[in-house]
Structures are given as structure tokens and as C-alpha cells.
């Protein structure tokens, strides 16, 4: 006797990869872009919101902070940079940097 799925189980399955599908999509469109923004918006887009996660290239991505209030306490603010629209390096923010060097690295002895 040959195994045949029931037509439910058929279209769950179908349904199910559909949702996964949309999802995928959904969270990959969801990064926000320093790229398609102008220098004036990108940096309106971290202060209305504070901390924001942004792609700054094809496979690169960095998080914004607009105050120190978004770092931990043990971090300072560094000026952030990431190319715009029309400027190349546009003073988008802040980083929250390591106290001891200022690339987020421990000083070593």
C-alpha cells in the first residue's frame, strides 16, 4: 500500500513554508539602510529612536547610539561614520566604545 498524504497535511506543509518564506523576507528588508538615507536623515533616524541597528554596506551592519544613556556604563561614546547618499563618511552618531581603547579592544601588556 503506497503512503498518501491527506490533502490537510499537504496544504499545512505548503502554508507553513509560505509563512517561513514571508518571514525571511520580512526580517531582511527590516534593517534600515544608511545607504538609501541622506547624512540629515540617518542621523534624525538614530536620534528619534536612540539605538538602532543599520546596514552600512551589502554585508555589513553596526549599531547606532544617539547618548551614552544606550551604552553600558563602562563604554564612552566614539563619533560613528558610515557612508550616506550624499556624503561618503556622514557623522551618522555614536558607538559605544571601550574605556581602555577607543576601537572597542582591551589594551594588552
Known amino acids: 500500500m503506497l503512503y498518501r498524504p491527506s ?3 499537504t496544504h499545512v506543509t505548503v502554508g507553513t513554508l509560505a509563512l517561513l518564506l514571508a518571514h525571511a523576507q ?6 534600515p539602510d544608511t ?6 536623515q540617518a542621523q534624525d533616524f538614530v ?3 536612540g539605538a538602532v541597528v543599520m546596514a552600512t554596506g551589502q554585508y555589513t ?3 547606532f547610539v544617539s547618548s551614552h544613556a544606550y ?5 564612552n561614546l566614539k563619533a560613528f561614520y558610515a557612508p550616506t547618499i550624499d556624503v561618503y563618511e556622514c557623522p551618522v552618531a555614536y558607538r559605544c566604545t571601550d574605556i581602555f581603547h577607543g576601537n572597542g579592544d582591551r589594551v594588552r601588556d
Open 7 to 9: 490533502r490537510f497535511a
Open 26 to 31: 520580512a526580517v531582511a528588508q527590516a534593517l
Open 35 to 40: 545607504r538609501s538615507m541622506t547624512c540629515a
Open 47 to 49: 536620534l528619534q529612536r
Open 61 to 63: 551592519y553596526d549599531r
Open 71 to 75: 551604552c553600558t556604563p563602562e563604554l
